[in-house]
């Protein structure tokens, strides 16, 4: 084909001049798409863009809180991952790091819904045992199939964390940015980091201070004590999101300070009000 030649867009219809459409991009198809070399090319320079994206955004989200949301704001998109896209490809990894690590954040098995629950207990031991009763079983099946199910439909529940927080920052930061999905991409780079906190940083943190507790003949239960863990937890999500908050809305320090402090210490209340959502839905179900 030549330079000025002519092609009908197979797309639209569009007459361009050139290999590509003007109206909608689509590219003229000729012999060499079909060689094995150009397909081979074709994948490795989709593998290359997205690992390049991916890395730089798992990098930035780590270390510049709040930087990919500001980026996303001022139009600059196309180096990085889709703040969803981002999100989704963290919820697997945390879903894959929990059959190498023991955690039940997100996951929320029915022993843990009946017996570390400061929350509802007795709602919720009232509900199993009409569960029971009902259906004519015995604890230990109900238990294997809630499990089973609550597992499942934990890693689409969890995008309800994201909606819930979104309107959090929109009733503290309203003045700062008025669109309600501006502050929906923020809750959802928030959660991209907990998701990469909690299924990679903190469990490879623990293995590692484990056996260098071990080594040096130190008592480890620091490390296992709840209490020490969640507040280590909280400590590190005030601390990024008083970061976020300031490069996001250009908050003053204190109201930053105040604002991340209170959300840090309500974390694990509104992943309880997850969890009831969650036990509801499971319980129905199975």
């Keep these: 084909m030549t330079q000025n030649a002519v092609f009908t867009c197979p797309s639209c219809g569009?007459?361009?001049?050139?290999?590509?459409?003007?109206?909608?991009?689509?590219?003229?198809?000729?012999?060499?798409?079909?060689?094995?070399?150009?397909?081979l090319q074709e994948i490795t320079a989709v593998v290359t863009l997205l690992e390049s994206k991916l890395?730089?955004?798992?990098?930035?989200?780590?270390?510049?809180?709040g930087f990919l949301s500001s980026e996303y704001f001022n139009g600059r998109r196309v180096r990085y991952v889709k703040p969803l896209q981002?999100?989704?490809?963290?919820?697997?990894?945390?879903?894959?790091?929990i059959t190498l690590f023991f955690a039940t954040t997100f996951t929320t098995p029915l022993a843990t819904q009946l017996h570390m629950n400061n929350y509802y207990p007795g709602y919720a031991n009232a509900r199993v045992e009409r569960k029971l009763q009902k259906e004519k079983i015995t604890y230990e099946?109900?238990?294997?199939?809630?499990?089973?199910?609550?597992?499942?439909?934990?890693?689409?529940l969890i995008f309800l964390l994201i909606p819930i927080f979104a309107v959090l920052f929109y009733g503290l930061f309203f003045r700062k940015r008025?669109?309600?999905?501006?502050?929906?991409?923020?809750?959802?780079?928030?959660?991209?980091?907990?998701?990469?906190?909690?299924g990679v940083l903190l469990p490879?943190?623990?293995?590692?201070?484990?056996?260098?507790?071990?080594?040096?003949h130190?008592?480890?239960?620091?490390?296992?004590?709840?209490l020490v863990v969640s507040s280590l937890l909280q400590i590190c999500l005030g601390v990024y999101l008083f970061l976020m908050l300031r490069r996001c809305y250009s908050v003053t320090r204190w109201y930053s300070l105040l604002?991340?402090?209170?959300?840090a210490w309500s974390f694990f209340h509104i992943v309880w009000l997850y969890r009831y959502f969650l036990f509801e839905l499971t319980l129905n179900v199975v």
């Design 259 to 263: 604002t991340s402090s209170v959300i």
């Design 141 to 156: 099946a109900l238990e294997k199939k809630y499990n089973q199910r609550t597992n499942v439909f934990s890693k689409t």
């Design 204 to 216: 490879v943190a623990t293995v590692l201070l484990l056996r260098l507790f071990k080594t040096v």
């Design 14 to 39: 569009a007459q361009t001049v050139g290999q590509f459409c003007c109206a909608c991009g689509e590219k003229e198809i000729s012999e060499r798409d079909y060689s094995l070399r150009y397909y």
């Design 178 to 198: 008025k669109y309600l999905v501006q502050h929906v991409v923020i809750a959802t780079h928030f959660w991209s980091f907990s998701l990469l906190l909690l």
């Design 55 to 65: 890395l730089r955004s798992l990098w930035l989200v780590v270390t510049k809180p």
């Design 86 to 97: 981002l999100f989704v490809f963290l919820n697997v990894v945390y879903y894959f790091s």
């Design 218 to 226: 130190l008592p480890i239960a620091y490390l296992t004590d709840d």
